[in-house]
């Protein structure tokens, strides 16, 4: 009845908003709030609530009674008083009103809600039971009563059809025969025959009605409850001839009366149960008094619950009702050794279920493993029903009569509310078992939570402060407690250095600290923090103190200040990739075009020589790009094999260049070879140069040193995590300020810095480059001492290019080679070149051109033995989208890989995509004569 409409009519505000706040908190819906009699009827007429809660005193012309009276009348709604006082002329009066409830103020919410859902109920069932009386009369009035007469000999003269209904008799059957052959009456209370009324009425000429109980058994053996009225039936003379019964069949009266006193007594139980249960101190107490109650109301001699456990199953308990402990001791004796499983026995289609249970006779019952013992002590019909916390099972209550009876419903209703009742205990225990529990786990996570916490009262001092807030402020709990919060909690703007007052951080207006503010620990540690206040409120709405949570975030400030930093890094990086790559296309038609000059000048001209230099300058230009390249994409190196010793020297010169530090260079002669990416090496060794010079800011010496090492016949200091063999060790050395021990395990994080302005980033790069070329770097440091960087790079096998040129400069060659590349300037000059080395041409300025021209020429039985293309083409297909094109229409197809971006992924794993060779921009002729030779000359796959 949750979802009733309900009126208030009370005339002081505060309460009826009280009233209303607590329906409305179980879900009743409050329709208006009057506060006088009059507004109460018009109210009532507009909205037509299921019920009117009403103040016997209010103010105005009419009182609560009249009010009530009115609307009673006029409207059939029920009424429930409620009221703090009413002297007895008042409360006569409002009896008079014929109320359905009356509640004393003040109460609790279970007497309100127990009370409104009586009334619905109780109005509900009169209702049903008027409209019904009124249907009877009706009925009876359509169909008329039921009339036998007889003569003075009390032979029977006349039946109407609705007698012959009633007694089963047809009148032809009827007439003549004795009353009480016919009208056979007995009383249903005593079970004894009733008392013919005919020959009183015939011999003393008075008018006589039957016992309440009286029921008419009919022919077909069906029992009528009846009402009866007999009178004489006199001639004109006053002369008794005989007698008129004038009876009905009023068993359904009966019954709805006995339904009506069966409900009001089940109301009376769950309204019983429910009160106690919600006082009961513990769910024991509880069940043990909703058993007891249950048994007394019904009749029933035994009662038992069964809890559950753990393992979902039923144990038994010890509370009971019997009516006669010495007989029923051995099936109690049973029951509390009997655990019963889901679905098993009484309690456990209970459990199974969740829902109510009748069984109507045990002791038949297949399903009931304490049958026999049942049986032995007379106990028959049984049932259970279920205590729930929403869905869960936590309990089952079942009870036994001594008769085999069919299942009542009504009283299973009942017993699904007195099981919901008993749920609400259970679960309210279970929120206060949880409200202690989580008491305790926010003591404990106070304790180790990562903000510093510090509650204050009223008067701003301090009553708590966590384990975190002392480690920030280096205040303990014990120091702490009591203090001011200002005395221990002092606060700046960052940005204006004002103090901040703990007035101004705890005050409404302004609650928790700025963003920007810092903390001066006791120890006059500063630190950047983040805080927010919050009011405690107690269940009365007053603020009884604040708590303050606050959180370091000096680390997070310098996180976010080297990310903003990083961020700039790449935008910048984006900027320079792009330069270098347009760069890199300029540097392969000057460089080209040089290759070009020289073939027409003999040595000895003096143009020769220039142009040597010029192509030197051209190199070490391509040089500087190949660094702003890896500095702009980083990724993985394009490696070539080559000897570092040149490497080292100019990438150390060049990082000290201008400065008050030189290096000294102890270079091992004859150091094997490397396979590395120049540019990257070249950054490594700049960075750990400049770290160098930056640990002397008073100048000194940088050593560098290059050594070849075999792990597996010399050894190392310590095992190193590489594999045993041949390896180029680069050694870094300064006698700088050195690292603190705690830091040499951070050296290579990023974003890790012991510097004012470092960025953190610059070692952390040298460390993924090294790992890359599938290499180690380790550091050893003394503080005033100096540091030493260590670099492992694996040895490959062969000769380096550049030792090569002596042997093979230019390498001729023919057939047909497709150049693809966005550039004109670079299309020209690299056709220019393959034309003097012999080839013959053809161009394409993106990739679509280039596969289309592929085709053709395959077509044509005239395909071409090569084909150079760009990888980066802005406005069309790209070398490495056509590649896969071209591997469709011919997977024999010799492509070359070709950009200004070196470290393109494509460059360092071309032939995972499908290329047979790559050369990086610029190059010369030298350099493009090799890759063709090889890429041409090579066998077929």
């Known amino acids: 009845m949750a979802d009733a409409r309900i009126l208030i009519v009370e005339d002081e505000r505060i309460v009826a908003k009280d009233i209303q706040n607590r329906l409305e908190a179980f879900e009743y819906t409050v329709v208006g709030i009057a506060s006088s009699g009059d507004e109460a009827i018009q109210k009532t007429e507009a909205a037509r609530p299921d019920l009117v809660l009403m103040d016997i005193v209010i103010k105005g012309d009419i009182s609560g009674v009249e009010a009530a009276k009115q609307i009673r009348e006029r409207f059939d709604i029920p009424i429930v008083y409620l009221t703090a006082y009413a002297d007895e002329k008042t409360f006569a009066q409002a009896i008079t009103s014929e109320p359905y409830g009356y509640i004393v103020k003040p109460f609790r919410d279970i007497e309100l809600i127990t009370t409104i859902n009586t009334a619905l109920y109780k109005h509900k069932t009169e209702r049903r039971l008027r409209e019904h009386e009124r249907w009877l009369a009706i009925t009876l009035k359509s169909i008329g009563d039921a009339v036998i007469t007889t003569d003075s000999k009390g032979l029977i003269t006349f039946m109407n059809s609705t007698a012959e209904a009633l007694t089963g008799w047809k009148q032809q059957d009827a007439l003549g025969l004795g009353l009480s052959e016919v009208f056979n009456i007995m009383n249903k209370k005593t079970g004894t025959q009733s008392e013919d009324p005919l020959m009183r009425v015939i011999s003393q000429g008075v008018e006589t009605g039957l016992a309440d109980n009286t029921v008419l058994l009919s022919k077909n053996g069906r029992e009528l409850f009846i009402s009866n009225k007999t009178a004489p039936i006199r001639d004109e003379k006053g002369n008794i001839t005989g007698a008129v019964l004038v009876f009905r069949d009023i068993t359904k009266h009966k019954q709805t009366e006995e339904l009506l006193r069966r409900t009001i007594s089940f109301l009376e139980l769950l309204q019983k149960v429910s009160a106690a249960a919600n006082q009961a101190s513990t769910v024991e107490e509880a069940v043990q008094f909703a058993v007891i109650q249950v048994c007394t109301y019904i009749g029933w001699p035994v009662g038992h619950v069964y809890l559950a456990d753990s393992a979902n199953e039923l144990a038994p308990t010890k509370i009971w009702y019997l009516r006669d402990p010495g007989r029923f001791d051995t099936f109690r004796g049973i029951t509390e050794v009997t655990r019963f499983s889901r679905g098993i026995g009484l309690p456990g289609r209970v459990l199974a279920t969740g829902k109510t249970v009748w069984i109507m006779d045990a002791t038949k019952d297949s399903n009931f493993p304490r049958a026999k013992q049942a049986g032995d002590i007379g106990l028959r019909a049984a049932f259970g029903f279920p205590v729930l916390v929403g869905t869960e099972v936590v309990a089952v209550l079942e009870f036994f009569s001594e008769e085999a009876m069919e299942p009542d419903e009504q009283l299973l209703e009942v017993m699904a509310h007195i099981g919901t009742q008993l749920g609400r205990v259970v679960e309210r225990r279970r929120a206060e078992e949880t409200l202690a529990t989580e008491k305790e786990r926010l003591a404990v996570t106070l304790r180790g939570i990562g903000d510093g916490v510090i509650t204050i009262d009223t008067g701003g001092n301090v009553v708590l402060i966590n384990k975190m807030g002392e480690e920030i402020t280096g205040w303990t709990q014990e120091e702490a407690r009591g203090r001011p919060l200002s005395s221990i909690f002092q606060v700046r703007d960052e940005k204006t250095g004002e103090p901040l007052e703990g007035s101004k951080l705890l005050s409404g207006a302004v609650p928790g600290v700025p963003s920007q503010a810092i903390l001066t ?114 990724g993985l190196p394009v490696k070539k094999l080559t000897s570092i010793e040149e490497l080292i020297k100019d990438s150390a010169i060049f990082a000290v260049r201008g400065s008050n530090v030189r290096c000294e260079f102890l270079i091992q002669d004859g150091l094997w070879p490397v396979e590395v990416d120049e540019g990257q090496i070249s950054q490594v060794i700049n960075n750990l140069v400049i770290n160098a010079q930056q640990a002397m800011p008073g100048g000194g010496t940088v050593k560098v040193k290059a050594e070849n090492i075999n792990t597996h016949t010399q050894g190392t200091e310590h095992k190193l995590p590489l594999e045993d063999g041949r390896y180029l060790r680069i050694t870094i050395e300064d006698n700088g300020l050195g ?31 090294v790992k890359n070329h599938n290499g180690y770097i380790e550091v050893a440091s003394k503080l005033g001492v100096g540091t030493k960087f260590f670099i492992y790079l694996p040895v490959s096998d062969g000769v380096p290019q550049d030792q090569k040129v002596v042997i093979e400069e230019i390498i001729p060659g023919s057939g047909r080679i497709l150049v693809m590349d966005d550039e004109e300037a670079v299309r020209e000059t690299i056709g220019e070149i393959l034309e003097h080395l012999g080839y013959r041409v053809d161009y394409a300025c993106d990739g679509g051109e280039a596969v289309e021209k592929y085709c053709k020429a395959k077509k044509a039985k005239k395909p071409f033995d090569a084909v150079i293309m760009d990888l980066t083409i802005p406005a069309g297909m790209s070398g490495k989208e056509a590649i896969q094109q071209l591997l469709k229409i011919d997977s024999r197809v010799k492509a070359i890989a070709s950009s200004g971006y070196s470290d393109n992924p494509v460059m360092s794993e071309f032939d995972k995509h499908g290329f047979k060779g790559v050369i990086a921009k610029p190059y010369n002729i030298s350099e493009l004569s090799k890759v063709l030779k090889r890429v041409i000359g090579e066998e077929n796959r």
């Open 521 to 634: 620990s006791r120890a006059g540690m500063e630190r950047i923090i983040a805080s927010k206040s919050s009011a405690i409120i107690d269940k009365n709405g007053l603020s009884i103190g604040t708590v303050l949570a606050f959180r370091d975030i000096t680390e997070q400030r310098k996180i976010e200040q080297e990310l903003l930093r990083t961020q700039k890094l790449e935008s910048l990086g984006v900027l320079a990739g792009g330069i270098a790559h347009d760069f890199n296309n300029l540097l392969t038609a000057i460089l080209g075009n040089i290759s070009l000059a020289k073939m027409h000048l003999n040595k000895e001209d003096a143009g020769y020589e220039r142009l040597i230099e010029a192509e030197k300058a051209c190199i070490r230009t391509r040089d500087l790009t190949q660094q702003l390249v890896t500095f702009s994409r980083g």
């Open 739 to 769: 690292i603190p021990e705690e830091h040499l395990s951070k050296v290579f994080d990023p974003y890790f810095t012991t510097k004012q302005n470092g960025s953190g980033l610059g070692l952390a790069t040298t460390y993924s480059i």
